[in-house]
């Protein structure tokens, strides 16, 4: 095991656009760190980088403390387990798992322990025999993880694994994954686009945009304590609520009316005119199923559409929007591939309450939990920098953002970047 050590990691292509810029992350002996973002943020390049299939144009990748930017990919110990699998169709999986192995002039007494200890933890004994084309996918997959196993490397790379599978074995995956890595205690650098994988598996989260870090920290603190509009849009299922407010002393005007906050969290914000507040559905209730004596404010608003899932429901509520907040958050729906953040409100309610859709009904909103964003920056301005991870500067952040701007056109970004 080893720890990684990305310094200063720039990755630009022919045209000079920086795929991946100034990205600095240190990955602890042993740590699952998830490195996540939309289409095109560079992900899979830095992944890529850290293996040595791709060059590096400067900074320092350490391994193991180690310098590694001139070694060749079989030269840094690495496993890396690919999003198509990668296994030889005519082997078996006995063989298959092998091969790495066989490679390194291994003895058949050590290929046979290492390949069927694999195997075991895998429980993939009964299907030893089979080749690919016999296997399920999830069963493809847990080959792929067994080639890796059997290296005794210094750290596990996955490269968006469990795409190519259903919901539902994906889930199955996710948890054997985790398992797996919990036993071995291995180094792991793991990257994916779903933030259900990035908030389940990692120990570390690093969310990506257009090649810069926008955020290193546990997957509570992303949740709770975003760093900038674009953390808060992307984690969240459904995301969080983007509404125009401005702030007076505490006091926060929303579309439906006014809301307390604490004053610690509205300090920022005094003064900045037109916000941006964000609050997550999960911080809104019918105010009927409310214990009284929970802190909060209320306020009543014409319900559009209601979802009923049994255990809960989703009311829409919309709402109109400055031209200035609609712009920035049509922005933000190209950067996240699309998510949806039209100017309607959703609120998750109760399974047991009765509101229905026409009904002018009285929501409850946690304002505690509310965030107020630069509409320009996008920072956050109520979060806790010390408990939010790393968050690049707002400087260091605008100034990326010209240069890529100055570079290449959208079109140009998105031949020149990966997924």
Not at 23 to 47: H, N, Q, R, W, Y
Request: proline letters at 5%; glycine letters at 8%; aromatic letters at 6%.
């Amino acid at each position: 095991m080893s720890t990684i050590e990305m310094k200063n990691i720039v990755k630009k292509y022919g045209d000079g656009f920086p795929a991946v810029n100034d990205v600095t992350i240190d990955v602890a002996d042993g740590e699952f760190l998830i490195l996540v973002g939309p289409s095109g943020c560079g992900k899979s390049t830095l992944l890529r980088m850290i293996v040595g299939l791709e060059d590096i144009t400067s900074g320092d990748m350490m391994i193991g403390g180690k310098r590694v930017n001139d070694l060749a990919p079989r030269d840094r110990n690495l496993a890396m387990v690919f999003q198509n699998y990668a296994l030889h169709p005519h082997l078996t999986v006995y063989e298959n798992i092998a091969f790495p192995l066989r490679l390194a002039g291994a003895s058949n007494d050590e290929v046979d322990r290492k390949v069927r200890e694999a195997s075991k933890t895998l429980e993939l004994d009964e299907h030893l025999e089979r080749k690919p084309a016999n296997l399920s996918g999830g069963q493809r997959q847990r080959v792929a993880m067994g080639r890796a196993i059997v290296r005794d490397a210094e750290a596990f790379l996955f490269d968006e694994p469990l795409s190519n599978l259903d919901a539902k074995l994906r889930g199955q995956m996710r948890t054997e994954i985790a398992r797996l890595q919990k036993r071995l205690g291995i180094t792991t650098v793991y990257v994916t686009h779903d933030q259900t994988e990035a908030m389940t598996l990692g120990d570390r989260v690093a969310v990506l945009k257009r090649g810069v870090l926008q955020q290193l920290a546990t997957p509570r603190e992303l949740y709770t304590n975003p760093g900038n509009l674009f953390v808060a849009g992307f984690i969240g299922s459904p995301p969080m609520n983007f509404l125009p407010a401005t702030v007076e002393g505490n006091q926060v005007k929303l579309p439906f009316g006014t809301v307390t906050i604490p004053e610690d969290r509205a300090r920022k914000a005094q003064g900045k005119g037109l916000l941006i507040a964000g609050i997550r559905p999960e911080h809104f209730e019918d105010a009927s199923v409310v214990e009284t004596k929970r802190e909060g404010s209320t306020f009543r608003a014409p319900v559009d559409v209601v979802e009923w899932l049994g255990n809960e429901a989703y009311a829409y509520i919309p709402f109109e929007a400055p031209a200035e907040v609609q712009a920035q958050l049509a922005e933000l729906e190209r950067d996240l591939d699309g998510e949806s953040l039209r100017t309607q409100l959703i609120v998750s309610l109760d399974g047991a309450s009765r509101i229905k859709e026409g009904d002018e009904a009285e929501i409850w909103v946690d304002a505690a939990k509310m965030h107020l964003f630069d509409p320009t920056s996008g920072e956050n301005l109520t979060v806790d920098l010390s408990a939010a991870g790393e968050i690049p500067s707002r400087t260091e952040t605008a100034q990326v953002a010209e240069a890529q701007d100055s570079i290449a056109t959208p079109g140009e970004q998105e031949a020149a970047t990966d997924s």
